[in-house]
């Protein structure tokens, strides 16, 4: 073979072997298409206003136990609070400041921020306010509340059969009808089972005063009062009765671990039962301004453990009426009853109605003591 023909038989068989790797040429690597960015909630702000102090061991404190339960039920919440102001004037600046942060839902949490919460939900009519103990309501503002009677019958069961002196002594906070119904329904438990109980009460006219609480809870040992109940929010009336060697009722917490030779038992509060429910609602767009009272059978309210003391008879008998309250087979306020005056305020067989107990100007009898005006 000549060599030219030598050289064109090399470029064929050159074009042979190249043409496949240009007419099929490796793929690129895929580029890798990234995930789509995950659109965050934006958080739903709440904010709770309180009248005293969260480590009061008392109201402010329960309150703040629900607020803490509703950041870790709903995470798309964030919260805040304000502690230890004073209603009046100060609570209104406190909630309008709080709406003008971008707060969604602001929970008062004390009666005496009525008003204000109503003055301030007139301008910011995109945010719902919820008010506790009240009765004013609005396009965005709701009422809330407990029927916190119910334990304190329970509690007035213990303190009958506990005392023995047959005078039992009330620490009560301000005379509104909240208080009154409370401070009944603890002497009408106690009456039940010991028709021969006195019921001697002294006003503070504040929530939270250790000094006063104390000074009130020693007027009412010096009364001859071996079993005192407080409505007040510090545990220094359980801690005085323990060391002057008197039976206590505490309330809102369990205070037992302060005084556990002295605390038979406490209405205790679990908020979170109606935080929860409520800012769900809101979320979803299904809130209404209907009023909320809650009761034991919703969880709300419950009977703390009893002390060692209580003996397990009477146990029994507060657990059985406990269960009649939850079953709904059972009301605190039907009658006969009368008042501490001897009059007939409601007659035997009639159950009050919810609009009679949620006024309650009046004391029933057993009941030492008037209604300031």
């Known amino acids: 073979m000549s060599r030219n023909k030598r050289v064109l038989v090399l470029v064929a068989l050159l074009l042979v072997i190249a043409l496949p790797s240009a007419q099929c040429p490796t793929p690129a ?138 005078v039992l002594g009330y620490v009560a906070p301000y005379p509104i009808p909240e208080v009154v119904r409370n401070m009944n329904a603890f002497t009408l438990g106690a009456r039940s089972v010991n028709p021969e109980v006195k019921v001697h009460i002294v006003w503070i006219n504040t929530w939270f005063d250790p000094v006063k609480e104390r000074e009130a809870t020693q007027a009412l040992i010096d009364q001859g009062a071996d079993v005192v109940a407080r409505e007040s929010d510090s545990a220094e009336p359980d801690k005085l009765c323990e060391e002057e060697g008197v039976y206590s009722i505490g309330y809102n917490s369990d205070s037992s671990h302060l005084a556990p030779k002295a605390v038979l038992t406490s209405p205790i509060w679990d908020w979170s039962v109606f935080y929860i429910q409520c800012v769900k609602d809101v979320h979803d767009g299904t809130w209404t301004n209907t009023p909320y009272w809650g009761t034991m059978g919703d969880g709300i309210l419950k009977l703390a453990p009893f002390g060692s003391m209580v003996p397990e008879d009477v146990q029994k008998m507060v657990k059985a009426q406990e269960k009649e309250i939850i079953d709904g087979t059972f009301d605190v306020f039907v009658g006969p009853i009368k008042d501490n005056t001897g009059k007939e305020r409601v007659p035997a067989g009639q159950t009050m109605t919810d609009e009679e107990k949620l006024s309650f100007d009046w004391l029933v009898e057993g009941i030492v003591g008037t209604i300031p005006k």
């Open 29 to 166: 690597a895929p580029t890798a298409t990234p995930p789509p960015s995950p659109t965050t909630e934006p958080k739903l702000k709440v904010a709770f206003v309180y009248v005293g102090p969260v480590g009061d061991m008392g109201w402010s404190y329960a309150h703040d136990q629900g607020r803490q339960a509703l950041e870790k039920a709903l995470p798309y919440v964030e919260t805040t609070y304000v502690e230890a102001v004073a209603e009046g004037a100060d609570a209104e600046r406190v909630i309008r400041d709080l709406a003008e942060k971008g707060n969604k839902v602001i929970f008062a949490t004390s009666f005496g921020y009525m008003d204000s919460v109503i003055a301030v939900a007139k301008d910011y009519p995109d945010t719902v306010f919820e008010h506790c103990t009240g009765y004013k309501t609005a396009a965005n503002v709701g009422i809330y509340d407990g029927r916190g009677y119910q334990g304190w019958y329970l509690a007035g069961i213990v303190a009958g059969k506990m005392t023995k002196n047959n």
